[in-house]
Nanobody, 125 residues
């Protein structure tokens, strides 16, 4: 069992940047792949990005590729989502997630077992 605690996010103007953090604690935290997922009002969850436990493998959805960067600090058990060139359509509640995985990443929100509390990001036009 692990716990994920998110920070960062908030309100930003279109074209601006934000960085989200997700700190993990608990048993065998380092053996987990991590991911970011968002859900906009009235829409289904959207899987955004994932990173392997070592940081060597990453995945991005087409909607954020080139604008968002996922990274992790293994010493701090923390994963980051750097969001640049934000658009109003990026407005959503953002969640971090984790799943036990020694190699590679899992793609798709349904494959992740542990979730952060979710934090809203609002991009104004």
């Amino acid at each position: 069992q692990i716990e994920l605690v998110e920070s960062g996010g908030g309100l930003v103007q279109a074209g601006g940047s934000l960085r989200r953090s997700c700190a993990a604690s608990g048993r065998a935290v380092s053996g987990h792949a991590r991911a970011w997922v968002r859900q906009a009002p009235g829409k289904e969850r959207e899987f955004l990005a994932a990173i392997s436990r070592t940081g060597g493998v990453t995945y991005y959805a087409e909607s954020v590729k080139g604008r968002f960067t996922i990274s992790r600090d293994t010493a701090k058990n923390t994963v980051y989502l750097q969001m640049n060139s934000l658009k109003p359509e990026d407005t959503a509640v953002y969640y971090c997630a984790a799943v036990p995985q020694l190699v590679g990443v899992s793609i798709g929100a349904e494959t992740y077992d542990y979730w952060g509390q979710g934090t809203p990001v609002t991009v104004s036009s």
